[in-house]
């Protein structure tokens, strides 16, 4: 079970990179010099390519659920992580940068990001235990998530540029990880419990942080490029759901010392190369973002000179 886990959860991966590339070049057709504003985001609803860069993102979350349904969170969240090289490499294309031209550092960035949490699924995945989602667990996530969620978002509407970004899309990433957290235990319900006796209020759940996190993706993509987007999320998600599953859930409870320590190490070389990517990438090197996030929202983004790492020309 675990290993089809990890495949289904791989191939999540690769939806939820398509994905975010797609709605970020939809994005930025959209919006052009007038922002992400209400209207914006209404023809975002018609835009073909958003509309299909959300049904890779709805197929990979799909996926991503039905293998929470069969490992424990620990193992499962962190591949999400793969869907940072997928970008960086469709990225490149989209800009024709050649492989074999990329930045030593951004390949670096890719390679230890990858095998970072290629180790730490193998070690997690012989030693987490999964254990169920209780209601008061449920209850308990739900009042820290929002709180980090509020704090994020306001933090982000008095930001500019770069800082912007990041804020937005760590909103995000803590609202999907509280989503996996729910949708774990929306899944042991499935077979277990009479459809007529399910508990609607995971579900509900689910719909009212998907709906929060979409809005603060949105936002990430205007305000910088897809690869520091997906970097955050794919840094940020993971350690909010293992920690949701560590933490609340007591997955890591038989987890020994040593093996402990190797996931350790594990996550923070993941975590390096992720850092090193949203740092070095080529778009935040060589592009500016030229649009502005503003709107009924009153919402102050970036200047048209402003650069995404925060320098204006």
Not at 27 to 46: K, M
Not at 109 to 116: E, Q
Request: glycine share 12%; hydrophobic share 50%; net charge neutral.
């Amino acid at each position: 079970m675990t290993t089809l886990a990890v495949l289904l959860a791989a191939l999540g991966a690769v939806g939820y990179a398509v994905g975010a590339r797609t709605q970020h070049a939809a994005v930025h057709d959209t919006i052009g010099d007038s922002g992400l504003g209400l209207r914006s985001q209404l023809r975002l609803l018609r835009n073909t390519r958003w509309l299909l860069g959300a049904l890779a993102l709805g197929t990979g979350a799909v996926l991503h659920a039905c293998a929470l349904g069969l490992a424990p969170l620990t193992v499962v969240q962190p591949i999400g992580v793969l869907a940072l090289p997928i970008t960086v490499l469709l990225n490149a294309r989209e800009h024709g940068i050649k492989l074999r031209t990329l930045d030593p550092t951004v390949v670096f960035a890719v390679v230890a990001s990858t095998v970072g949490v290629g180790a730490f699924v193998v070690l997690a995945a012989g030693s987490a235990q999964p254990t169920p989602v209780a209601p008061d667990d449920q209850l308990l996530a739900t009042q820290l998530v929002a709180g980090a969620v509020l704090a994020l978002g306001v933090f982000a509407m008095m930001s500019r540029s770069k800082v912007r970004c990041v804020l937005y899309a760590a909103g995000c990433a803590v609202a999907y990880g509280y989503v996996s957290l729910l949708m774990r235990a929306v899944v042991q319900q499935v077979g277990t419990t009479d459809l007529l006796s399910l508990n609607l209020l995971p579900l509900f759940g689910v719909g009212i942080a998907m709906i929060v996190g979409g809005w603060l993706l949105q936002h990430g993509y205007a305000s910088g490029p897809p690869d520091l987007v997906v970097a955050c999320l794919t840094v940020i998600d993971p350690i909010v759901a293992v920690g949701l599953g560590i933490g609340l859930l007591g997955e890591a409870d038989r987890v020994g010392t040593w093996t402990a320590v190797g996931e350790v190490l594990c996550a923070a070389v993941a975590c390096a190369g992720v850092f090193a990517l949203a740092r070095f990438h080529p778009e935040t090197q060589d592009r500016r973002v030229p649009t502005t996030v503003t709107g009924s929202s009153d919402l102050a983004g970036p200047s048209s000179t402003d650069r995404p790492d925060g320098s204006t020309s």
